[in-house]
């Protein structure tokens, strides 16, 4: 039997590299899934890749009544919610606070945050009895990093919302994680590495690379496959966790 037969899951952030992975592996292990994303013309394309198990909600994750949407299309559209994958997220700049731009930091803290707020207030009640949401917060929410303030201070506030969230959830049996990737060889790792070394991302990308004991980026197959394990019945008891997949990075 596949490990998410029957299952429905919704994935926010599901154009990019990770949201649209893992829903490629979700349907192979038997779900049906549901993609929010703001940019429709991607979702199109992603969703018809997938078949007829996939289907696609255009939404603004900071915006209530789009998140309301969404967290009810998905329910008209499969039945069901038993998976969310509170995914969505952005990068921001790359400069020093003095220097960090007020509209760029607000504009990451309403899609990291309030973005992930909103989805658990509005898709938990959507919810099943005994799913699984999983957050997606990043090694960078467990520790600093220079010149990335607002995306550093966004993925550790998601901590405290997935911890609030698995003490209420608990009585309904659904649990609530987050994951912590290292850096994922994606589009926003791109624009990470040029936004520290302009003209000269590809060098960044090498020293990036060289500090993880690994040696390399994760591919985001290798973190859909972690979001699996968390969103299937493998992870019954597990609840309020950090899951940190950095190939060894904060084993230094």
Do not use: C, W
């Amino acid at each position: 039997m596949k490990r998410l037969e029957n299952k429905v899951a919704l994935i926010t952030g599901g154009a990019g590299s990770i949201g649209q992975t893992t829903a490629k592996l979700f349907i192979d292990e038997g779900a049906k899934v549901v993609l929010v994303d703001l940019n429709e013309e991607e979702l199109k394309k992603v969703a018809a890749s997938l078949g007829e198990h996939a289907a696609y909600v255009a939404a603004d994750v900071t915006n209530s009544a789009d998140v309301q949407r969404y967290a009810t299309d998905a329910v008209k559209k499969f039945g069901k919610i038993d998976i969310f994958f509170n995914n969505a997220g952005i990068e921001g700049a790359v400069k020093p606070i003095v220097d960090f731009p007020e509209d760029v930091f607000d504009k990451v803290m309403a899609v990291n945050v309030k973005g992930v707020f909103l989805g658990a207030k509005y898709v938990l009640p959507q919810m099943n009895d005994g799913g699984s949401m999983i957050i997606t917060s990043s090694v960078a929410g467990l520790g600093g990093s220079p010149d990335f303030v607002a995306y550093v201070t966004s993925k550790h506030a998601t901590l405290g919302i997935m911890k609030v969230a698995a003490l209420e959830a608990a009585a309904r049996k659904i649990r609530v994680n987050t994951i912590h990737p290292s850096p994922v060889d994606n589009r926003m790792m791109r624009s990470i590495e040029e936004g520290y070394q302009p003209g000269h991302g590809a060098e960044m990308q090498k020293n990036f690379a060289a500090g993880i004991p690994l040696g390399r980026y994760a591919a985001p197959l290798e973190i859909a496959k972690l979001v699996l394990f968390l969103g299937s019945d493998d992870s019954q008891f597990i609840t309020g966790a950090q899951y940190v997949i950095d190939g060894g990075s904060n084993a230094k």
